[in-house]
C-alpha cells in the first residue's frame, strides 16, 4: 500500500489550498480514508475522515466549515480542501487508510500513511 499525498505549501491568512492523497496497492473503494496533521511539539490529530461509503466526519473544533473532504474512486484518491486558513492550521498534513472498516478516526486506528505535506498559514 502506498499514500501520495501533495497539494502543500505556503499560503497567507485566509487563502486555500487542496491536499490530494493518491492511493495504490489497495481497493480504494473497500476503504475508510483519514487527514491527519501535526504541528511541531504537538500530538499528530484527526482533521477529516471519509468512510468506504462516503460518509464524512471533521474535527468540528478545529476545522468544522472550513475543510471539505472528498473522494474519486476513479482515480484512487482523496482530497482535502482547505478554505479560510489560519495561522493555527499550520502543520504536517499526513493522509492514512485502514482496511478495518468500521469508522474510526483515531490516528492509532490506521494501518498506513502517506509521507505528509507540508502546509504553512501566514498571519
Known amino acids: 500500500v502506498q499514500l501520495q499525498a501533495s497539494g502543500g505549501g505556503l499560503v497567507q491568512a485566509g487563502g486555500s489550498l487542496r491536499l490530494s492523497c493518491a492511493a495504490s496497492?489497495?481497493?480504494?473503494?473497500?476503504?475508510?480514508m483519514g487527514w491527519f496533521r501535526q504541528a511541531p511539539g504537538k500530538e499528530r490529530e484527526f482533521v477529516a475522515g471519509?468512510?468506504?461509503?462516503?460518509?464524512?466526519?471533521y474535527n468540528t473544533v478545529s476545522v468544522k466549515g472550513r475543510f471539505t473532504i472528498s473522494r474519486d474512486n476513479a482515480k484512487n484518491t482523496v482530497y482535502l480542501q482547505m478554505n479560510s486558513l489560519k495561522p493555527g492550521d499550520t502543520a504536517d498534513y499526513y493522509c492514512?487508510?485502514?482496511?478495518?472498516?468500521?469508522?474510526?478516526?483515531?490516528?492509532?486506528?490506521?494501518?498506513?500513511w502517506g509521507q505528509g505535506t507540508q502546509v504553512t498559514v501566514s498571519s
Open positions: 492514512a487508510t485502514r482496511f478495518d472498516r468500521t469508522p474510526n478516526w483515531d490516528p492509532e486506528a490506521y494501518d498506513y
Open positions: 496497492g489497495l481497493t480504494f473503494t473497500r476503504n475508510n
Open positions: 471519509m468512510t468506504w461509503a462516503g460518509d464524512s466526519a
